[in-house]
């Protein structure tokens, strides 16, 4: 079973640098431990009866899709082309929070998959009823950082996400604005900009507030190596899957402030201290300046994160998937 060859289909690659891209990654070294693993943008869809031959002359036993509307497409084309071979689709928050509600072809994804992966304990909640058994949550994990000493002199909050709606900057901008009397909390932005509007709102905010900076879209090291050296990591998402980030700075020492939404909860647990409601600056800006203020406050983020941190080992994270595929493999063969 530890030889079956197994393609991983996401429609990021490297060069979107994100999220879904991180996880394909990740993913493939895990399971290439044990199987010849592929990653591609899409799986194809012959065009003739030769290449169709061809295409399924040594095919891989399982697929996994990363994306259940902008994998639709390849989700439909494996489950045709091989309609007993195991197929996994994992639900990014677009899908959980937006596509599954309203969308044909995510709707359809699945019901075509054998196994549903969440990446948030929460994530099930958010599925049919009937679905719900084929349901597996799978935290995604990262290596461990050192905690860096932090200087007293003042606060340095810092965001990482892209600048769209989905990520919620406008959020983080407001908080800047009603932090201006507060020099002694900085606030930092890792990020690219997806369209020239979000850019000209970022560069005029740093202008005109000297204690925001945005960096633009860094490498990941770099942008871990900030997350090691920030105070605080703030994560305003209004819609995830399961963010990354959170994980990274959990796995640094580094405390999170993020919005209520399930992908947050799902990763920090219900009773964590650093909620704000989405869209609610009004909310951050007090928990940042309780995090700036009040000595108590980041040692008790610190510690409830401190408690979420072996959930995302990749021991943790590699145990969880290597074992959905091997039951589904053995599925197969009985």
């Known amino acids: 079973m530890h030889t079956a060859p197994i393609v991983i ?5 490297a060069d979107a ?5 991180q996880t394909a990654r990740r993913w493939h070294a895990m399971l290439s431990m044990h199987h010849p693993v592929t990653l591609a943008a899409a799986w194809p869809q ?19 899709a990363l994306h259940a509307r902008r994998s639709a497409a390849s989700i439909a084309a494996w489950r045709e082309q091989h ?6 689709v994992a639900l990014t928050g677009t899908d959980l929070y937006r596509d599954i509600e309203y969308d044909g072809s995510a709707q359809r994804s699945l019901e075509l998959a054998d196994a549903l992966v969440v990446l948030n304990e929460l994530g099930a909640q958010r599925l049919p009823l009937a679905l719900r058994p084929k349901c597996r949550v799978v935290l995604q994990s990262c290596s461990a950082r050192q905690t860096l000493p932090r200087t007293a002199r003042h606060l340095r909050a810092l965001m990482v996400g892209h600048l769209r709606a989905e990520k919620d900057p406008q959020t983080y901008f407001a908080a800047v604005q009603r932090l201006a009397h507060r020099p002694d909390i900085l606030l930092d932005h890792v990020g690219n900009a997806l369209d020239p509007e979000w850019a000209r709102r970022a560069t005029t905010l740093a202008a ?3 204690q925001y900076r945005w960096l633009g879209g860094l490498p990941h090291e770099t942008t871990r190596r900030r997350i090691q050296a920030a105070h605080v990591l703030v994560h305003p998402s209004r819609m995830e ?6 994980m990274e700075a959990v796995r640094s020492g580094t405390p999170v402030i993020a919005s209520r939404i399930d992908g947050n909860v799902g990763l920090l647990g219900p009773d964590y201290a650093g909620y704000f409601e989405p869209g609610d600056d009004a909310g951050l ?3 940042l300046e309780r995090a700036r203020d009040d000595a108590d406050m980041l040692p008790l983020l610190q510690r409830q994160c401190q408690t979420r941190a072996p959930r995302f080992t990749p021991e943790a994270e590699a145990s969880h998937l290597q074992r959905l595929v091997d039951e589904l493999l053995a ?4």
């Open 46 to 64: 012959p065009a003739s009866t030769s290449t169709r031959r061809e295409a399924q002359a040594d095919p891989p036993a399982l697929m996994i």
């Open 17 to 21: 640098n994100n999220g879904n891209w």
């Open 241 to 246: 899957g399961g963010a990354h980030v959170v």
């Open 83 to 88: 309609p007993q071979a195991p197929l996994v």
């Open 9 to 13: 289909v996401t429609p990021a690659l």
């Open 331 to 334: 599925r197969q063969h009985r």
């Open 285 to 287: 800006v007090r928990l």
């Open 208 to 210: 005109s507030h000297p």
